[in-house]
């Protein structure tokens, strides 16, 4: 079955989503885990790890939602949520953890047209990094 355009956009925000992510938070081209602290090659063994996962909408490309974590982390230890929502008080300040778990159950509908925007606003980010 072919993708739908929704599908497609939501895919290359995810790509170009990711790659801001993990080059915001790295040094030198290296990221460490936010729940691990083990340091890796942003592009070899780090994820855009989410604290709430991304089939929520609402909070699938909120960047104080997204950080980069191992491959163990994110995907083996289902994202080690608990010591994800530490970090994020951590650096944020206390208490966004629960804001971004009440966002995350909100009902959101991106439009096409603010897909499109989001790509655009996270390449000509990328462009800084690259």
């Not at 939501?10 to 790295?26: G, H, P, Q, T």
């Not at 936010?34 to 909070?59: E, L, M, N, P």
């Not at 530490?86 to 804001?99: C, F, H, M, Q, T």
């Not at 778990?101 to 509908?109: E, F, R």
Request: aromatic share 10%.
């Amino acid at each position: 079955m072919p993708k739908t355009k929704r599908a497609k956009l939501e895919a290359k925000l995810d790509k170009v989503f990711s790659l801001y992510i993990r080059l915001r938070d790295a040094k030198d081209e290296f990221c460490t885990c936010v729940t691990c602290g083990k340091t890796k090659h942003y592009k070899d063994g780090i994820h855009c790890g989410h604290f709430q996962s991304r089939r929520h909408k609402a909070t699938r490309w909120n960047e104080k939602n997204a950080h980069p974590q191992c491959a163990a982390c994110n995907t083996f230890n289902q994202g080690e949520q608990y010591k994800h929502a530490l970090y994020i008080d951590n650096r944020y300040g206390k208490g966004e953890a629960d804001k971004l778990v009440v966002l995350a159950n909100s009902s959101v509908k991106w439009s096409i047209h603010e897909l499109e925007c989001l790509i655009d606003d996270y390449e000509k980010r990328l462009n800084k990094f690259l």
